[in-house]
């Protein structure tokens, strides 16, 4: 058992604040079951969240640079000018905005896919007398090409599963956040009889 005073307190302030902890998990949850229902809808509030952000960067960069708290003011504030721009954008404009944004991820992961497979191919033909099980390394780079031509002939399709998969990724992490925030409020009334 660990006496010393100082971790005793830390661990004393991270568990009373237990109901934090389990707040998020259980918004996790419910966004991750909207996300699993309605990717579309999720997506418009993705770009609506993004949007927001971004124009309060893009105010907070124009008051610094106007009032010379960076020493590059003129980046500062071009940075200020295309983040309004570009959240005022995502606002007015959702549903382009959140496609565009998540259509571009697609393509970059189709490409990395076709880049990665096509390159797994060569170094498994041209080392073939060095490596053993070489069959191997060719197929997994023919199936990581095909899911890369995949992606890009169904775009939409693997986006919306993409959102998908981060609902189910989100519910998971819930989960876990209330997992671990009981454990915290055991630990806390553990202390506190203790300390009684």
Do not use: Q
Not at 45 to 69: E, H, K, N, P, Q
Not at 96 to 119: H, K, R
Not at 149 to 177: D, H, K, T, Y
């Amino acid at each position: 058992m660990n006496h010393n005073p100082l971790a005793h307190s830390a661990i004393h302030a991270i568990s009373a604040n237990w109901w934090v902890l389990l707040l998020r998990g259980i918004l996790l949850i419910a966004v991750g079951i909207y996300a699993l229902l309605h990717p579309g809808i999720s997506l418009l509030a993705w770009a609506l969240t993004v949007g927001f952000f971004l124009i309060l960067v893009g105010v907070l960069s124009l008051i610094a640079g106007i009032a010379g708290w960076t020493e590059s003011r003129g980046w500062t504030i071009l940075r200020g000018v295309l983040s309004l721009l570009i959240g005022a954008f995502a606002i007015w404009h959702p549903a382009v905005f959140g496609t565009l944004a998540g259509l571009t991820v697609i393509f970059m992961l189709a490409a990395w896919s076709i880049v990665g497979g096509i390159m797994e191919i060569i170094v498994a033909i041209r080392e073939r007398k060095e490596i053993h099980g070489e069959g191997w390394i060719i197929l997994s780079g023919v199936f990581s090409i095909i899911f890369g031509i995949v992606l890009c002939f169904a775009p939409l399709l693997s986006l919306a599963i993409f959102i998908r998969m981060s609902g189910l990724f989100a519910i998971i992490f819930g989960i876990m956040c209330i997992f671990t925030s009981l454990k915290l409020l055991s630990v806390k009334k553990r202390m506190d009889t203790r300390s009684a």
